[in-house]
């Protein structure tokens, strides 16, 4: 069964180029695996790979390898640690902030495979904050019934893990490493038997000196795509400048199911800095409440209590909404976080980070309310893969923020993240070899006749404010519609003589990125988790538990399909006929 696009407002859906306009390649190279990405995702897979005898490994990144989101993770990891702690207790803490949206084998594996994982980044040099007994000092994060939660330098738990990752992919002179890359579009070979475009490499355009330098083309036998999320979509968010969707527009361009797209987490507690300020924003840490701290209005209610049983630690989709709430109510663009009663000796120990960037704004927060509202953080949804990062496009793979494993469900779990790259990107690297036997390589195909135009850099800021307004914490019918009619003027309007160019590539990646994300919250008539249809209040399970799936068609056209989540006693794979627990079959469809 599935469903066609709801009744409503109509609104035309946006056509999109299925390839970049790019210059031809001057360079050409070859590499077996080639790794998009940088953060703990990228550089675990591609760390493990080529532990796993995989041949050559080539890591792409868009910057320099310390320039992704990992770095500004701020509250830790999550893994069963602890002393009482078991992998059970961390999955059913996942499966309800998930609101029924989970995909139950992945959160098995995450849960059960994360312990040894955490233990074996310890291995590699990353080094964690230890209690006086030498042990893990752990903490407890929103949504979690259990102190689990993994840090490293109090509140620069990310930085500690790039920085080891880093080392390590500097101490294996074998993988390679490109810098300031740009992933244009990948290439395909001509169609297998069942009509689908095996990945050949991809395009890049590297932005350096030398011998590659400009547009260049990668001929490799997999790619794994692990460039993180989409934040520049929306006008405020914690990612950094390079999150714009490219590992999900290019994947889209090249015909895979993207797939739960409109479970967009908002972090309730991002410090607000004004009615003019865009980009990246300053996070203060969910960890900051887990030690103690609480939300406040203008009149210092604490309006958490009373919302849900952990109050100002629930699951982050309650606490966005409650905040967004209150804002409305009160006519304020912002509330408060109190953590004065911590004192400036405990800042200073735990939140050296935020404590400095606190004061770099203006605020003191042993002395003063700190002013927070919710910003776009993390996509639970993106390329729909199977338990082991495979995807419906045979040689391609993705982990992390931009993959949808189907641990994080409609909404992530509080520090999930990390722990999601370390775990699938450890299972791809498990089965690349034997993949990699039946994935020969094949010559790129010609070029398709597809739409051309890039979109406008000068219309990044108007897009970012229309998803901000209608696809943002609260969505409506209305809203959504005139998102997508938007976004049609904006895809209608790529010309022909903007400049293939980075800022022309990622304004037309992040168009196509939130055109997918609007179609799919436009199709979820329900709110569940992270999505939040104010015409549509409650969550549906009789109608709406199961998946979004969005593609692109020939035309460049956005298709979006509802799955329904299989009875409870049909197998868990992503395909019917293949066993999800066996990491030796081919690339299965997505279903």
């Not at 390898?65 to 069963?80: D, E, R």
């Not at 009509?195 to 011998?211: D, I, K, N, S, W």
Request: glycine share 10%; aromatic share 4%; with cysteine.
């Amino acid at each position: 069964m599935t469903a066609s696009r709801p009744p409503g407002p109509a609104a035309p859906p946006p056509h999109l180029p299925r390839r970049l306009s790019a210059a031809a390649p001057g360079w050409t190279a070859r590499a077996d695996v080639v790794v998009v990405g940088s953060g703990i995702a990228g550089l675990t897979a591609a760390l493990r790979a080529h532990a796993a005898g995989v041949g050559s490994v080539l890591v792409v990144t868009k910057d320099v390898l310390s320039a992704g989101s990992t770095q500004w993770a701020q509250g830790g990891i999550a893994a069963a640690l602890g002393p009482g702690d078991t992998p059970h207790e961390h999955e059913v803490d996942t499966l309800v902030a998930g609101a029924g949206a989970c995909d139950p084998e992945a959160v098995r594996a995450l849960v059960t495979e994360g312990p040894a994982a955490v233990r074996e980044l310890i291995a590699l040099g990353a080094v964690f904050d230890q209690g006086t007994d030498g042990e893990l000092s752990l903490t407890r994060e929103g949504g979690h019934h259990r102190d689990r939660i993994a840090h490293a330098g109090g509140d620069a738990t990310g930085a500690e893990i790039q920085r080891a990752l880093v080392a390590a992919i500097e101490a294996a002179p074998e993988i390679e490493v490109v810098h300031h890359a740009h992933a244009v579009d990948l290439l395909l070979g001509e169609p297998d038997a069942e009509g689908r475009r095996p990945v050949a490499g991809l395009t890049l355009h590297v932005m350096g000196e030398g011998q590659r330098d400009g547009v260049g083309a990668v001929h490799a036998r997999a790619v794994v795509l692990a460039s993180g999320g989409l934040g520049q979509v929306f006008s405020q968010t914690t990612n950094p400048a390079v999150s714009t969707g490219d590992g999900l527009a290019l994947a889209l361009r090249a015909g895979a199911v993207v797939r739960d797209l409109e479970f967009v987490q908002f972090h309730p507690t991002v410090m607000y800095l004004g009615p003019d300020s865009r980009g990246q924003q300053p996070l203060i840490s969910e960890a900051v409440r887990g030690e103690g701290a609480f939300l406040v209005d203008d009149a210092g209610e604490r309006f958490m209590l009373g919302e849900h049983e952990l109050a100002d630690l629930a699951p982050r989709d309650v606490v966005a909404k409650a905040i967004t709430r209150r804002m409305h109510a009160t006519g304020r663009p912002h509330v408060w976080l109190d953590a004065r009663h911590l004192g400036r000796a405990f800042w200073e120990r735990r939140f050296p980070t935020i404590l400095a960037t606190c004061e770099r704004h203006g605020v003191d927060p042993a002395v003063d309310l700190v002013p927070v509202a919710p910003a776009c953080h993390y996509a639970s949804g993106g390329i729909a893969t199977d338990l082991w990062g495979r995807s419906s496009v045979p040689g391609l793979y993705a982990t992390g923020e931009v993959a949808c494993s189907g641990v994080h469900g409609a909404n992530r779990l509080a520090s999930n993240s990390l722990l999601e790259g370390l775990v699938f990107s450890r299972r791809i690297a498990e089965v690349l070899p034997g993949d990699l036997e039946g994935l020969p390589a094949v010559a790129p195909a010609g070029a398709r006749d597809v739409p051309a135009g890039l979109a406008d850099p000068d219309h990044r800021k108007d897009l970012q404010e229309t998803m901000t307004a209608q696809v943002g914490v609260l969505r409506t019918a209305d809203g959504l519609a005139a998102a997508t009619a938007h976004l049609a003027d904006l895809a209608a309007g790529g010309r022909d003589d903007v400049p293939a160019e980075l800022a022309a590539w990622e304004t037309t990646n992040l168009v196509t990125v939130a055109a997918a994300l609007t179609a799919a919250a436009t199709l979820r008539q329900e709110t569940r988790g992270s999505h939040w249809r104010d015409d549509h209040p409650t969550r549906d399970d009789e109608r709406w538990s199961g998946h979004v799936d969005v593609t692109l068609d020939d035309d460049g056209a956005v298709a979006v399909l509802f799955r329904p989540t299989p009875p409870s006693d049909a197998p868990a794979s992503l395909a019917p006929d293949v066993p999800a627990t066996s990491p030796s079959q081919p690339t299965p469809e997505i279903v």
